[in-house]
């Protein structure tokens, strides 16, 4: 099983398996002041978040499920209870809602992170 370890935008470390992707993230007093103050905003999440609330759909959970099973569509599926053409439909409204590149993992990690730092606010 290899891991290796990366310093993400954030400064958050990814941990890649061979099957998943763990994020330990813990961002900093300032970075969550920061979004707070409006600092920082993700125009891709909060496409999505809003297309979630009005539609009551999952995309922003579809994603984050699909980033942290590797991005490997079967798993994702069986994890969501879909079909596989299901989870790719999805994916694909994922991309043309939030204007994002499923090829580019920058804009893939920016998204998967601020999902997280999302998460960690609202427990918080």
């Not at 609330?53 to 922003?60: A, P």
């Amino acid at each position: 099983c290899r891991e290796s370890s990366k310093k993400g935008m954030y400064g958050s470390y990814i941990h890649r398996t061979n099957t998943k992707i763990k994020v330990d993230f813990q961002p900093s007093r300032i970075q969550v002041e920061k979004k707070r103050q409006g600092g920082w905003t993700n125009p891709a999440l909060e496409k999505l978040q809003a297309y979630d609330r009005k539609h009551h759909s999952d995309l922003v959970k579809t994603f984050e499920t699909f980033f942290d099973h590797n991005e490997n569509v079967q798993e994702t599926a069986d994890v969501l209870n879909v079909h596989p053409n299901t989870l790719a439909y999805r994916l694909k409204r994922i991309a043309d809602i939030a204007e994002l590149d499923l090829n580019d993992m920058n804009q893939k990690i920016k998204l998967y992170i601020d999902i997280k730092l999302a998460k960690y606010e609202a427990r918080g």
